[in-house]
């Protein structure tokens, strides 16, 4: 018995003697330990729970494994055999325990906080995946959430590094509360902006938008809490400030995408010079016209009786009402867009003069077809007035343009023809 205990009291005077190599043994050893933890964790406990979740529809979710919340927790586990097993060190000087302690709890912090930004992340990508998404997108909102979380972080790992109360230093954020205003200036705008927008359903994922100020013109791809992106038509990508889009105007063509019709509004223009009344053998040709025929034999009938109204000394063709050409035209047209296919007739459909110009007589064809596609209305669109074109000489109507160079040199050619013709004189 005496042997044994002389053996103990000689194993602590040798620790004594000799415990700052016992202490760096421990400290390796915690080390060692801590890093096999991490290990077993990521590589066999990991590997299982994503063995279960490849039994669900998450398993295989790109969204989730991207932002890998899970394994970023798995960085808690070494961090608190750390903290646990630095304590069970004997003779380790309390200071160097204390900063151990309060780095590993920052570490700590700092990993859940990460995260749960993280976790927010597939939260965002899960939401947008539902029918309803592009109408009340939550990001903005998940932003807010996040900077208060790492907000929150930073406090409580200043208060871990430092061993103080996270009260002792929100007391102080009183006095900061200017400097924060002013830090947090865009994004307590953006946030406002952000809820304005969402209430109001003002912008939605995938709008066509139009801004000419900040050259924006396409489609709304993301609506975040600082800022809107915009795909254009060039492919290009335009960052508009969320808080633009409530303090100046945008225009958002959602209306005419959920009505089902795109507006035509094109005017052709007429040769003045071109209109005039019309002759019997002009009407003869017009009434081969299918959709013509009806609506010239109701005209004559109208202006036959009005003319019958008429004076003997009034009979007179200047007197009379008689049709024209330019207004059988417009019948024409608004007769053509009510039959065709494409054509939304449940819709406004008008065919106009607008006053006449140094261009001409504008006739102007408004009407929406039944496809809101930008490709088939623009087909719709050429078509339409390919034929309205074609069909002009038919009426004896020319579409007016401004004189060419061939034009001038017509001219010209003219001009020449006619001074060498010779005179009585010669």
């Given at each position: 018995?005496?042997?044994?205990?002389?053996?103990?009291?000689?194993?602590?005077?040798?620790?004594?003697?000799?415990?700052?190599?016992?202490?760096?043994?421990?400290?390796?050893?915690?080390?060692?330990?801590?890093?096999?933890?991490?290990?077993?964790?990521?590589?066999?406990?990991?590997?299982?729970?994503?063995?279960?979740?490849?039994?669900?529809?998450?398993?295989?979710?790109?969204?989730?494994?991207?932002?890998?919340?899970?394994?970023?927790?798995?960085?808690v586990v070494p961090a608190l055999i750390v903290i646990m097993g630095i304590s069970l060190i004997p003779d380790i000087p309390d200071q160097?325990?204390?900063?151990?302690?309060?780095?590993?709890?920052?570490?700590?912090?700092?990993?859940?906080?990460?995260?749960?930004?993280?976790?927010?992340?597939?939260?965002?990508?899960?939401?947008?995946?539902?029918?309803?998404?592009?109408?009340?997108?939550?990001?903005?909102?998940?932003?807010?959430?996040?900077?208060?979380?790492?907000?929150?972080?930073?406090?409580?790992?200043?208060?871990?590094?430092?061993?103080?109360?996270?009260?002792i230093l929100l007391s102080g954020l009183g006095a900061m509360a200017a400097v924060l205003m002013l830090v947090f200036q865009d994004t307590?705008?953006?946030?406002?902006?952000?809820?304005?927008?969402?209430?109001?359903?003002?912008?939605?994922?995938?709008?066509?938008?139009?801004?000419?100020?900040?050259?924006?013109?396409?489609?709304?791809?993301?609506?975040?809490?600082?800022?809107?992106?915009?795909?254009?038509?060039?492919?290009?990508?335009?960052?508009?400030?969320?808080?633009?889009?409530?303090?100046?105007?945008?225009?958002?063509?959602?209306?005419?995408?959920?009505?089902?019709?795109?507006?035509?509004?094109?005017?052709?223009?007429?040769?003045?010079?071109?209109?005039?009344?019309?002759?019997?053998?002009?009407?003869?040709?017009?009434?081969?016209?299918?959709?013509?025929?009806?609506?010239?034999?109701?005209?004559?009938?109208?202006?036959?009786?009005?003319?019958?109204?008429?004076?003997?000394?009034?009979?007179?063709?200047?007197?009379?009402?008689?049709?024209?050409?330019?207004?059988?035209?417009?019948?024409?047209?608004?007769?053509?867009?009510?039959?065709?296919?494409?054509?939304?007739?449940?819709?406004?459909?008008?065919?106009?003069?607008?006053?006449?110009?140094?261009?001409?007589?504008?006739?102007?064809?408004?009407?929406?077809?039944?496809?809101?596609?930008?490709?088939?209305?623009?087909?719709?669109?050429?078509?339409?007035?390919?034929?309205?074109?074609?069909?002009?000489?038919?009426?004896?109507?020319?579409?007016?343009?401004?004189?060419?160079?061939?034009?001038?040199?017509?001219?010209?050619?003219?001009?020449?023809?006619?001074?060498?013709?010779?005179?009585?004189?010669?």
């Amino acid at each position: 018995m005496e042997h044994i205990t002389t053996s103990i009291d000689q194993l602590i005077q040798l620790y004594r003697e000799n415990h700052y190599v016992a202490n760096f043994a421990a400290l390796v050893f915690l080390t060692v330990l801590a890093t096999f933890a991490n290990f077993v964790v990521k590589r066999l406990l990991l590997r299982v729970i994503f063995k279960i979740l490849s039994l669900t529809k998450y398993g295989h979710d790109r969204d989730i494994m991207e932002h890998n919340v899970i394994a970023r927790l798995a960085n808690v586990v070494p961090a608190l055999i750390v903290i646990m097993g630095i304590s069970l060190i004997p003779d380790i000087p309390d200071q160097l325990n204390i900063i151990v302690r309060n780095v590993a709890s920052a570490f700590i912090i700092l990993t859940i906080a990460l995260a749960l930004g993280e976790a927010l992340v597939v939260a965002n990508a899960l939401y947008q995946r539902r029918p309803d998404a592009a109408n009340k997108p939550i990001k903005g909102y998940l932003q807010v959430i996040k900077i208060a979380i790492y907000v929150i972080a930073a406090i409580l790992i200043v208060a871990a590094l430092i061993d103080k109360s996270p009260l002792i230093l929100l007391s102080g954020l009183g006095a900061m509360a200017a400097v924060l205003m002013l830090v947090f200036q865009d994004t307590l705008l953006s946030l406002v902006a952000s809820v304005q927008i969402s209430s109001s359903d003002m912008v939605r994922v995938g709008d066509w938008i139009e801004m000419p100020e900040l050259r924006a013109d396409g489609n709304v791809i993301d609506v975040a809490l600082h800022t809107v992106k915009v795909q254009n038509w060039d492919k290009t990508i335009t960052t508009l400030p969320t808080r633009r889009l409530v303090s100046e105007p945008f225009k958002n063509w959602r209306g005419m995408q959920e009505s089902g019709g795109r507006r035509i509004k094109r005017a052709l223009y007429l040769d003045q010079n071109s209109i005039h009344f019309l002759k019997e053998d002009e009407k003869d040709h017009l009434r081969k016209f299918t959709l013509l025929s009806d609506y010239l034999d109701n005209k004559d009938k109208e202006l036959t009786q009005w003319n019958a109204k008429l004076d003997e000394n009034n009979h007179d063709p200047v007197n009379t009402r008689r049709l024209t050409n330019v207004g059988t035209f417009r019948a024409y047209v608004l007769r053509y867009l009510e039959s065709h296919d494409k054509i939304r007739s449940d819709m406004t459909m008008l065919v106009r003069q607008l006053a006449p110009g140094p261009d001409g007589l504008p006739l102007e064809i408004y009407c929406f077809t039944n496809t809101t596609a930008w490709a088939s209305y623009e087909d719709i669109q050429s078509d339409i007035f390919d034929h309205l074109y074609a069909v002009l000489p038919e009426f004896g109507l020319q579409a007016y343009q401004q004189p060419s160079g061939r034009d001038l040199q017509k001219i010209g050619f003219g001009i020449k023809a006619l001074e060498n013709i010779p005179t009585r004189a010669e």
